[in-house]
């Protein structure tokens, strides 16, 4: 199974990318950190699912969104947004 995770914050992409692999054998996780590097991977891996940070550097996780269901009609992408706030 192979899975393309979209966020442009590094810590997120490690954390989030070595929980999914302790849960899961046989799982390739690719990652990108803005749309342009999405669309490539999106189209050269044809992954099993997305996840997807809405808030991106170079445009609008929801645009990219848009762009891989156009491009793979009936797609599932998990989107997500975080926010963070020090205290």
Request: hydrophobic letters at 40%.
């Amino acid at each position: 199974m192979e899975i393309l995770l979209v966020d442009d914050n590094e810590l997120v992409q490690v954390r989030l990318s070595r929980s999914i692999q302790k849960l899961y054998e046989n799982i390739s996780v690719y990652k990108a950190a803005d749309c342009k590097e999405a669309i490539l991977l999106f189209s050269q891996v044809n992954p099993n699912l997305v996840i997807l940070d809405i808030s991106l550097p170079d445009g609008s996780g929801i645009d990219l969104l848009r762009a891989m269901k156009k491009r793979t009609p009936g797609y599932h992408i998990y989107v997500y947004q975080l926010r963070y706030r020090r205290i």
